[in-house]
């Protein structure tokens, strides 16, 4: 069965960091161009990064540059995605997924065509 399942999300301190993993199966995510991107409770969908098959290729959105980093382990079909300095206004349902492309081409994705997970939550609050 072909699909993503995201993980890591939770509860945490503005500050604080959680590391969310994006992992393949049926499916190697290698040959593709990942993206995260997230929804907040009445708000639109927003992209927040990618990663392309070459891993100097990446994406961030003006929100979250300098405080996620993206990365991928082909080795264990997984996506990262890396978040320090948590803030409260982070609070989303964090998605990823591919659109089949093999690189970013300058485009954060959110959604679509392709294969896309079920989402985890991050709650940043105090």
């Known amino acids: 069965q072909v699909q993503l399942v995201e993980s890591g999300g939770g509860l945490v301190q503005p500050g604080g960091s959680l590391r969310l993993s994006c992992a393949a199966s049926?499916?190697?995510?290698?040959?593709?161009?990942m993206h995260w991107f997230r929804q907040a409770p009445g708000k639109e969908r927003e992209g927040v990064s990618c990663?392309?098959?070459?891993?100097?290729?990446?994406l961030y959105s003006d929100d979250v540059k300098g405080r996620f980093t993206i990365s991928r382990d082909n080795a264990k079909n997984t996506v990262y995605l890396q978040m320090n300095n948590l803030k409260p206004e982070d609070t989303a349902v964090y998605y990823c997924?591919?659109?089949?492309?093999?690189?970013?081409?300058?485009?954060?994705?959110?959604?679509?065509?392709?294969?896309w997970g079920k989402g985890t939550l991050v709650t940043v609050s105090s």
């Open positions: 997924g591919t659109n089949h492309a093999s690189r970013c081409y300058g485009t954060i994705q959110t959604g679509g065509r392709g294969i």
């Open positions: 049926g499916f190697g995510l290698n040959y593709f161009a």
């Open positions: 990663i392309s098959i070459s891993d100097e290729d990446t």
